[in-house]
């Protein structure tokens, strides 16, 4: 079994929707957790970063993590076609630590 | 901006070929990182190093080295190139000091190599 879960997708949605990207994990140690963004043919750029269980909000992306679960998501209200890109989900022990990642979710944002 | 240059975006090698794979950051970083990025595996870590001259293996070292001999530059060497390393590679830089290290990596655009 692998660390961290992710659905790789590909999920394709029309402009405006609301849309929910998951990952559950299985090391309870696991205290930071990131989402990074990665365009096509481009390097993965963070996202989003928080720390412990609770939601982060930066304009229409909502962090939430669910330590009691194991599972974390990235909410993107009022999707764009800019939003088109692969989510990854991140997470480590200790700041500075060893990132693991997830798969990857391809995100498909359809005017 | 914090840059981290890959010097090629795409190789074409063969089966047994050495290859070179250079990436220069210019943020005057402590951490630099090579990944392998894959289809429905994700990113995995191959090597890591927190100084010049210094190198820590990660999750799937094998059939790789690298070197460190400037802090800005990072390589990664296949000795000897086969099939299964086709992939992207992405370099990755970041601050060591806790206090300024939110877990954000900056990474290059990727290098795809494609070993035939």
């Known amino acids: 079994q692998k660390e961290v879960e992710q659905d790789p997708g590909p999920l394709s949605v029309p402009e405006g929707a609301i849309v929910s990207l998951n990952c559950t994990y299985s090391?309870?140690?696991?205290?930071?957790f990131m989402w990074y963004r990665q365009y096509s043919r481009k390097g993965p750029e963070l996202l989003m970063y928080t720390y412990s269980s609770g939601n982060k909000e930066d304009g229409r992306f909502t962090a939430q993590v669910d330590k009691s679960s194991k599972y974390i998501s990235l909410f993107i209200r009022d999707s764009q076609p800019s939003d088109s890109a692969t989510y990854l989900c991140a997470m480590t022990v200790n700041q500075g630590g060893k990132l693991i990642f997830g798969q990857g979710t391809e995100l498909s944002v359809k005017p | 901006d914090v840059k981290v240059t890959q010097s090629s975006r795409y190789l074409v090698k063969r089966t047994g070929e050495k290859v070179f794979l250079e990436c220069v950051q210019d943020?005057?970083?402590?951490?630099m990182f090579w990944y392998r990025q894959d289809p429905g595996l994700g990113l995995r870590l191959i090597y890591f190093s927190y100084d010049v001259k210094m190198k820590e293996k990660g999750d799937i070292p094998e059939g790789y080295s690298v070197s460190r001999e400037k802090k800005e530059r990072f390589s990664l060497i296949l000795e000897s190139a086969s099939t299964n390393q086709t992939s992207m590679y992405l370099c990755?830089?970041?601050?060591?000091?806790?206090?300024?290290?939110?877990?954000?990596?900056?990474f290059g655009e990727g290098s795809r190599l494609t070993v035939l």
């Open positions: 943020m005057d970083h402590e951490n």
């Open positions: 990755a830089s970041s601050f060591l000091r806790l206090a300024m290290n939110t877990g954000e990596l900056f």
């Open positions: 090391n309870s140690a696991f205290q930071y």
